[in-house]
């Protein structure tokens, strides 16, 4: 045959490459090996930027966490077989959360299928289950065809993960380049509106609410609407409660916020406006005796599929959360002078009067300086420390839990925790993204992920991602010296010498006192270790003061936990 006529040639790498920049993907996680090492080089040939990270969990975790922070899907690439496998955790992760993510995964030889082949496994099946579309692209000249669904996929409607599989012999085959399908670039989201009928319900069952209460949500923080949440939020002096990825859309700080009444506020509310929250495990299925059983839910949800579920809604509108908020602030001021409920009501002195109570209970554990140091007395140190506009990771049990209340937000999406799935081990995949998104979007923004010893365990070795790329990351150890907690350092030692641990350490705990810190020394970053209110000023200020990766190691007294909580079943509960 005639070589004049066939053109120029493309191999498969390159036309999946070309294909994610078109679509506007700007970030690739991954851990190369046969048969994908091509994949990454063809997309940096393309323009777009590879972390290569130490285990595809993490690769995963980070890369769903852009999708998060930016609408917009980023790329996790994997290997065959076991490399698939470990990042269906990112895939799981991604899809309880309702974030975007594409993951790619190579595959054996499509010639060499059923036949035993390298780390062979049936891929799209494996990954089906946390996705919203799985396939394996049959050609070359097809694969933008589904790069484009899948991007699509990802961020429309509600959004989620995607996985397409390219069988190996795919990556450096060759075929005309006129032959590639040209795709379709992937507009943002169309927007959409809620039933007007539904708005004008929804309007009433606030103007006439006598315990009205806005809970935001991370759907909220994900759909960009800070601006019309406050706008309705504060126009209508609401009190709103944020869920833990939810905080921020307004700061924690708002003299509306009635975080610190949680319970009270859940329980006696009349009419609550659901905003990108589900009513899951972690809003307690919004069931009786956490809720008020004749409370009216005001759902706001892009997905239909969402509604009533567990509760029987009062209103449902269905529709991006920015523009049924502008409808319903439309609606609202509609109605004549005020609402039914105002600041001088008594449901307002009810919170107040709650909220003073539980802050002094928590003032108390705060001023507890001995060492040492319980949750509450450590961050009352690190949150003076912490600028305003910092991206805060957050993992661990009792390290995330009262990080939640200790550590405010003043910006949306800047809370990034173990989410619905309740994940641990996310935190530094998701600081490593955090990381390099601030590294090209917003220079001045500081990492600083907060994990327990446990949790920071889990992904360790990210520490070397970090400092290979020099991403600033600030790493605060929370250290128990175990899982919820551990054992203190007398009788570890005691423990050790004389019993055999496979038998009698609790399996809650690790190490007593390990010294996480001297970590950094094998990369290059700065390590401190902290045990008092001083020292953990003098660390974190110095970890603040370079642009380096640090880990602050402070030592936290194992027996340490929540505040004492009025009903048993909150301390089963996470949020
Ligand atoms: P939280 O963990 O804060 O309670 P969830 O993850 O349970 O939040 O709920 C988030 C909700 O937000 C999901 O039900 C999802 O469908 C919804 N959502 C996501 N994006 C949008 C959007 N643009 N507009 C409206 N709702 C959205
Ligand atoms: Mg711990």
Sequence with gaps: ASNMDEGVKV???TVLARALKAQGVEYMFGIVGIPVIEVGMAAQAAGIKYIGMRNEQAASYGASIIGYMTGKPAVCLVVSGPGLVHALAGLSNAKENCWPVIVIGGSSEQDQEAMGSFQELPQVEAARPYCKFSARPNSIERIPFYVEKAYRQSIYGRPGACYLDIAGNMVNATVNEKDVWSSIICPPPPKSFADPESVKVAADLLYYAEKPLVIVGKGAAYAHAEAAVQELVIGAQLPFLPTPMGKGVIPDDHDLCVAPARSKALQEADVILLLGARLNWMLHFGMPPRFNPKVKIIQVDICHEEMNNNIKAAAMLVGSLDTVLNQLNEE???????????????????????????QQSVQKMM?????????????????KLLPKDCIIVSEGSSTMDISRTMIPNSLPRHRL??????????????AVAAAVWCRDHAPEKRVVCIQGDSAFGFSGME??????????????????????????????????????????????SLMATAHYERMMAAFGGN????RTTEEITKCVSAAM??????IVNVMINPMSMKKPQDFFWLTKSKI
């Design 332 to 358: 609202i001021n509609r109605r004549p002078g005020k609402f039914a409920f105002s600041k001088a009501a008594p449901w307002w002195k009810t919170l107040k009067g709650k909220i003073q109570q539980n």
């Design 545 to 550: 003061s370079k642009q380096q990766v640090s």
């Design 367 to 383: 001023s507890d300086k001995s060492v040492p140091l319980n949750f509450y007395s450590a961050y009352e140190d690190i949150q």
């Design 11 to 13: 191999d498969g790498a």
């Design 417 to 430: 925790d173990a989410g619905t799935y309740g994940t641990m081990g996310v935190g530094l995949g998701f």
């Design 463 to 508: 520490i070397e991602t970090l400092c290979r790329y020099k991403l600033p990351v600030i790493i605060i150890i929370m250290n128990n010296n175990g899982i919820g907690f551990g054992m203190d350092d007398d009788s570890w030692q005691s423990l050790s010498e004389s019993t055999d641990l496979t038998l009698t350490s609790p399996p809650t």
């Design 527 to 530: 390590g401190y270790f902290a």
